[in-house]
């Protein structure tokens, strides 16, 4: 048997699967409606990237190159696309000979762009991360220990990373990583900490604990090297000031300092879409 005989064409949801998996922005353009004497039939569906046609053909010709020039103006523009559907006259809107008209929809998919790292997958992680899976983000949970990774829920936004030195890590991150230190404890997350601060400039830094906790650590990133400002550049207690220590209610508090911080730096740095 062939090689093209035994791996059959990906079908469509199998491409649009791998564009998802892989972060890439794709407008997925349907054939909703095909009228009178049209190039190719209602169901058709082509899918669209950055660079241009992926797969598939809603028919070719001066349909499919209109079609490809909305959807890549759509993944070119500086604001979130929204889905619309069109209605085109083959002969008035296409310049085709041809009598007949088309109804197409595009339906956009931009990966989100609002990164969120926490370093530890314990009880307090185990209650934020579904908390934070419906949202617009992108997580990344990493630990050492496989088992409490194991128990994090399933989620197209969720990555979980087995390391045995997660401060290593911290170099890897986007710069718009909102990261979240919440490991074993205090020794275990000082050196993800410090690294942060050496090295990188996250827009915000969270870490579990209490206010003695940052007392002691910002003396510690001192006496490491750290201009005394510096030090104080990171959140603890992270969490807003309400609820109790149950980890479910520090879980919540968290995602809401995380939204709150979200939102005002996008409104400092101008709307973006989510």
Not at 155 to 161: C, D, E, P
Request: aromatic share 4%; hydrophobic share 40%; charged share 20%.
């Amino acid at each position: 048997m062939s090689e093209s005989e035994s791996s059959p064409e990906p079908t469509t949801i199998e491409r649009l699967i791998v564009l998802e998996r892989d972060r890439v922005a794709y407008v997925l353009v349907t054939l909703v409606e095909a009228l009178g004497s049209t190039p190719q039939d209602a169901g058709a569906k082509m899918i669209v990237t950055g660079s241009g046609r992926h797969s598939g053909t809603v028919g070719g010709g001066k349909v499919e190159a209109k079609a490809l020039e909305v959807a890549t103006r759509m993944l070119a523009g500086p604001e979130a696309p929204a889905p619309h559907l069109v209605n085109w006259t083959l002969r008035t809107d296409v310049g085709m000979t041809c009598g007949g008209s088309v109804k197409l929809f595009f339906d956009p998919h931009v990966p989100q762009s609002w990164p969120v790292t926490i370093f530890g997958a314990g009880h307090i992680a185990q209650a934020l991360v579904p908390v934070l899976v419906p949202l617009p983000c992108n997580i990344t949970c990493i630990d050492p220990r496989q088992e409490w990774l194991d128990r994090l829920p399933m989620a197209r936004n969720l990555r979980a990373i087995r390391h045995d030195d997660p401060a290593s890590l911290v170099d890897t991150l986007p710069d718009d990583a909102f990261v979240l230190f919440m490991t074993q404890g205090h020794a275990t997350d000082r050196p993800g900490l410090q690294r942060a601060l050496e090295r990188r400039n996250f827009p915000f830094i969270g870490v579990i604990g209490s206010a003695a906790k940052a007392t002691v650590l910002r003396r510690e990133l001192t006496d490491a090297g750290l201009p005394p400002e510096r030090a104080k550049q990171f959140h603890c207690p992270v969490g807003m000031e309400f609820g109790t220590n149950h980890p479910h209610e520090i879980a919540l508090s968290i995602a809401a300092q995380l939204l709150a911080e979200r939102d005002r730096i996008s409104l400092r740095n101008g709307p973006r879409g989510r």
